[in-house]
């Protein structure tokens, strides 16, 4: 079992950055970052497998967003820079403990068997 701890949410203006940690108890190939907003579905932001085999990012934050891992502190990062109003949801962080495709391309919510509790940001105009 692992638990997953999200942190660095907030507010900012558009335009502003933010990096949000992932604090894992153990070790997962698959790392993902998840986001809702309000009366909306689910969607994939960015993932990575952490054994090197590359990263995805969805199109709407490609340029903007950057993963990555610290696989020495269990940790997952996602740097956020030119942030807009839409980014506004609340931000989940997603790990597997198999060796699959993460880093090609998207993949659903259901492949991910542990999941943090999210950490909110909020974009202001």
């Known amino acids: 079992q692992v638990q997953l701890v999200e942190s660095g949410g907030g507010s900012v203006q558009a335009g502003g950055s933010l990096r949000l940690s992932c604090a894992a108890s153990g070790y997962t190939y698959c790392m993902a970052w998840f986001r809702q907003a309000p009366g909306k579905e689910r969607e994939g932001v960015a993932s990575?497998?952490?054994?090197?085999?590359?990263?995805y990012y969805a199109d709407f934050v490609k340029g903007r967003f950057t993963i990555s891992s610290d696989n020495a502190k269990n940790t997952l990062y996602l740097h956020m820079n030119s942030l807009k109003p839409e980014d506004t949801a609340m931000y989940y962080c997603?790990?597997?403990?198999?060796?699959?495709?993460?880093?090609?391309?998207?993949?659903?919510?259901?492949?991910?068997?542990?999941w943090g509790q999210g950490t909110q940001v909020t974009v202001s105009s």
């Open positions: 997603a790990a597997d403990d198999g060796r699959w495709d993460c880093g090609a391309g998207p993949r659903p919510s259901r492949m991910y068997k542990y």
């Open positions: 990575i497998y952490t054994g090197g085999g590359g990263s």
